[in-house]
C-alpha cells in the first residue's frame, strides 16, 4: 500500500487564487512529520512546509499553510494567492519514527500546478 | 556558502559501464541520502547513511553502490548491474534527530546510450 498519496495529477488555478493541493497518508507510526516540497522545472527541490504529528496548530509559511487533518490522514498544502512562478511540481512527504535518526522521507508521485494569467 | 553540490549535472554512459555520481555537502549534516526519480514520478530511495562508514539500503537499492568515508562526501555508483539507469538522480542531506528537513543538490540527469 502506498504510505503517501497524491490524488490530483495536475491542478490549474488562475494568478491571484488559492488552490489546495491533496496529500493523503498511511501509517501506524504516532510520530512522524509531513513535508511538502515544490520543484520547478530546473529540477532541484525546494522545502515549503513541515507539519509534525504531535503539532497542535496547523503549519503556516508566508503564503503556504498545511491543513493538517490527523483523524482523516491527510495534509493538503494551501498556496494563497497564487503567483505565476508556482507553476512547478509539489511533492508530499512523511518521514515516520521521528525519534530515531536519520530516516529518509517517503514521496508521494507529485501534483503539477500550472498557474495562468 | 552553505549547501550541496552534485556533478556532473549530466552524465552519458554507454551500456555496460559503471558511472559514479559525485555529492558533497558542507552543512556538517550527519544524514545522506541519494533518491532516484523518473519522468512524472516522485523519489524514490536507493541508499542512506547516517553516519561515515555506515549505510543502509532504500527500496531501490539493486544495481548501486555507495560509500560514505567522509561525512561531507556521499557518492553513488550506479554499476552495470542496473538493468534501467536513465534517470535523474538527487541528493540530500540533514542533520540527524527528530526533526530533519533534507536539504537537496541540483541533482544529475544520467542517460544511457
Known amino acids: 500500500a502506498q504510505k503517501i498519496t497524491q490524488t490530483q495529477p495536475g491542478m490549474f488555478v488562475q494568478e491571484k487564487e488559492a488552490v489546495t493541493l491533496d496529500c493523503t497518508y498511511d501509517t501506524s507510526d504516532p510520530s512522524y512529520g509531513l513535508f511538502w516540497y515544490k520543484q520547478p522545472s530546473s529540477g532541484e527541490m525546494i522545502f515549503l512546509i513541515y507539519q509534525g504529528s504531535y503539532d497542535q496548530q496547523n503549519a503556516t509559511e508566508g503564503r503556504y499553510s498545511l491543513n493538517f487533518q490527523k483523524a482523516r490522514k491527510s495534509a493538503n498544502l494551501v498556496i494563497s494567492a497564487s503567483q505565476l512562478g508556482d507553476s512547478a511540481m509539489y511533492f508530499c512527504?512523511?518521514?515516520?519514527?521521528?525519534?530515531?535518526?536519520?530516516?529518509?522521507?517517503?514521496f508521494g508521485k507529485g501534483t503539477t500546478l500550472s498557474v495562468s494569467s | 556558502d552553505g549547501g550541496i553540490t552534485q556533478s556532473p549535472k549530466y552524465l552519458f554512459r554507454k551500456e555496460g559501464q559503471n558511472v559514479t555520481l559525485s555529492c558533497e555537502q558542507n552543512l556538517n549534516h550527519d544524514a545522506m541520502y541519494w533518491y532516484r526519480q523518473d519522468p512524472g514520478q516522485g523519489l524514490r530511495l536507493i541508499y542512506y547513511?547516517?553516519?561515515?562508514?555506515?549505510?543502509q539500503k532504500g527500496d531501490i537499492a539493486e544495481g548501486y553502490s555507495v560509500s560514505r568515508e567522509k561525512k561531507e562526501s556521499f557518492p553513488l555508483t550506479v554499476t552495470s548491474a542496473q538493468k534501467n539507469p536513465t534517470a535523474f538522480y538527487l541528493c540530500a542531506s540533514a542533520y540527524s534527530g527528530a526533526y530533519n528537513e533534507q536539504f537537496f543538490g541540483p541533482g544529475t540527469r544520467l542517460t544511457v546510450l
Open positions: 512527504a512523511m518521514r515516520e519514527g521521528l525519534g530515531q535518526a536519520g530516516t529518509a522521507l517517503i
Open positions: 547513511s547516517q553516519i561515515v562508514n555506515d549505510f
